[in-house]
């Protein structure tokens, strides 16, 4: 018998919805009326073998939009529990989103396919499941931009508007995201079933996710004590990264943090402008918790939510449990500042190591600080730093060196001295750690605006081909590098919901 084709090369897998019913609801997509096809990211749907003709037809553009269910799909709502700005929520869960199962790229790695925006399940309260437009671009362009920075990311795969309108503070058109991801298992799952004392169902989302993220770690004598320090280092990792790159998160609660260690939920995330550590623009994080500066020590804080939640798999002992536990927590500050270490010796172009290296590198952010200095072109300027070519003079027109940096600029001339390249080959190696574009709170907004006010999407489309290609400078586009002529220090960045 012939085996029945799959709908754009859409096999679906689905592990995750062969786990206990305690672990989702079935939650199908609401239909929507009129969905138009805005943007299919067409390099990551080859990827993973999608036929981006039958993806762009009448029936792809209702897949995207929720409206059909291909042969395979299993769409459920995921549960979980969270952290929401410090207090706990012991049941949230999906509740504007769909996982229609999980898609094998060309590696054979398993990767999550999900719908936001798709509509009511069980676990939307009393929200309507809807996304509006504008979170949508926002998150398409954001997590595309991050991936392109080299920032381990959720991915684009697709946006549609919807034909129906959202009510929020007014009303707006809505908007549904296809959201690929290595999966959707946050610390906030470990929580829900930890706060239930669901112990089997614990052990088994552990052992999930050790067989689909940390294979190695079965390799240990105690599994769940190196998923622990597994975790403990992608998250490390990865928040290292957000601080190279100037990015806001805007809000880290431990249902917004993935255990595989990638950017997940891009609601009200930002990008730093002037370097000030305690800046934030998430309109309800009204204290500050989730600053730049902050954001180390959230994800520590978080991480010492995921042992609380699989304390009980560590040893049967209590007391021996929360030792170990303890043990590996307390290597957080080493170890971010290990990582820290190494990718800010790529920004300042250094090979060798040596001890006083924290305090440069802490003296020269502390001058971007103290002077107000752009983050990202300070950084840039400095790749060109000792050089006298037209480029380098161009680019210091853009950006000229303040004369209150002359005393650091003789301590890194000194630096630089224990170095054996030269400054052509100390370069490359800063030109690829200090990007030339990101997506710059100002473009961002105007992308949004034209798109959501005046159907204009070449504005979404110019910035987004920019941020393709983040470390190479393109002259006759050169005013995408820069901030806006005056930074609004009002500046908030909202949710979806």
């Known amino acids: 018998m012939k085996k029945k084709q799959s709908f754009a090369g859409l096999n679906f897998v689905n592990t995750y919805a062969k786990l206990p019913k305690s672990f989702y609801v079935s939650s199908k997509p609401t239909a929507v009326s009129k969905p138009v096809l805005l943007k299919l990211n067409h390099q990551l749907a080859q990827e993973f073998g999608l036929d981006v003709k039958k993806l762009t037809s009448k029936a792809g553009v209702n897949f995207c939009a929720g409206n059909y269910i291909p042969e395979g799909a299993e769409p459920i709502a995921t549960a979980y529990a969270g952290h929401q700005f410090g207090n706990f929520t012991p049941k949230l869960g999906d509740g504007r989103a769909v996982l229609l199962g999980e898609l094998a790229n060309k590696k054979g790695q398993i990767f999550d396919l999900q719908l936001k925006g798709s509509g009511q399940t069980p676990f939307s309260r009393r929200g309507d499941g809807r996304s509006a437009l504008g979170p949508v671009i926002r998150e398409y362009l954001m997590s595309e931009a991050m991936y392109a920075l080299g920032i381990k990311t959720t991915r684009a795969l697709a946006m549609v508007a919807s034909g129906e309108e959202v009510v929020r503070d007014k009303i707006l058109p809505g908007g549904i995201f296809t959201r690929i991801a290595s999966s959707h298992i946050r610390v906030g799952t470990f929580q829900y079933f930890a706060a239930q004392k669901q112990q089997d169902a614990l052990k088994k989302l552990a052992d999930y996710t050790i067989k689909r993220h940390y294979a190695t770690c079965n390799q240990d004598d105690n599994p769940y004590l190196a998923l622990l320090r597994g975790v403990i280092a992608a998250q490390t990792k990865l928040i290292v990264s957000w ?254 919901t």
Request: include cysteine; glycine fraction near 4%; hydrophobic fraction near 35%.
């Open 243 to 496: 601080i190279m790159k100037g990015f806001i998160h805007g809000v880290m609660n431990t249902d917004n943090m993935s255990i595989c260690g990638e950017t997940i939920d891009y609601g009200p995330c930002a990008f730093l402008d002037t370097y000030k550590p305690d800046r934030k623009f998430s309109a309800i994080d009204y204290y500050g918790r989730y600053a730049y500066a902050n954001q180390p020590n959230i994800a520590a804080w978080n991480l010492t939510r995921f042992a609380d939640a699989i304390i009980t798999l560590l040893d049967n002992k209590l007391d021996k449990a929360i030792l170990l536990a303890r043990t590996e927590l307390e290597k957080f500050p080493q170890l971010y500042q290990k990582y820290w270490l190494i990718e800010m010796r790529k920004k300042f172009g250094l090979i060798t190591e040596r001890a006083d290296d924290v305090g440069l590198f802490t003296d020269y952010l502390n001058l971007l600080e103290k002077h107000q200095a752009d983050f990202h072109l300070s950084f840039r300027s400095l790749c060109y730093y000792g050089q006298n070519n037209l480029k380098a003079r161009n680019f210091h027109k853009i950006y000229p060196e303040n004369p209150a940096y002359k005393k650091w600029y003789l301590a890194y001339d000194a630096r630089l001295k224990y170095e054996s390249s030269t400054i052509r080959q100390r370069q490359p190696l800063m030109l690829k750690a200090n990007p030339a574009y990101i997506p710059r709170n100002h473009l961002v907004e105007e992308v949004i605006w034209q798109a959501v006010k005046y159907n204009d999407f070449s504005y979404f489309e110019k910035l987004h081909k920019i941020l393709a290609k983040p470390y190479n400078e393109q002259q006759k586009n050169i005013k995408y590098m820069l901030p806006a002529e005056i930074i609004d220090e009002n500046y908030q960045t909202f949710c979806g």
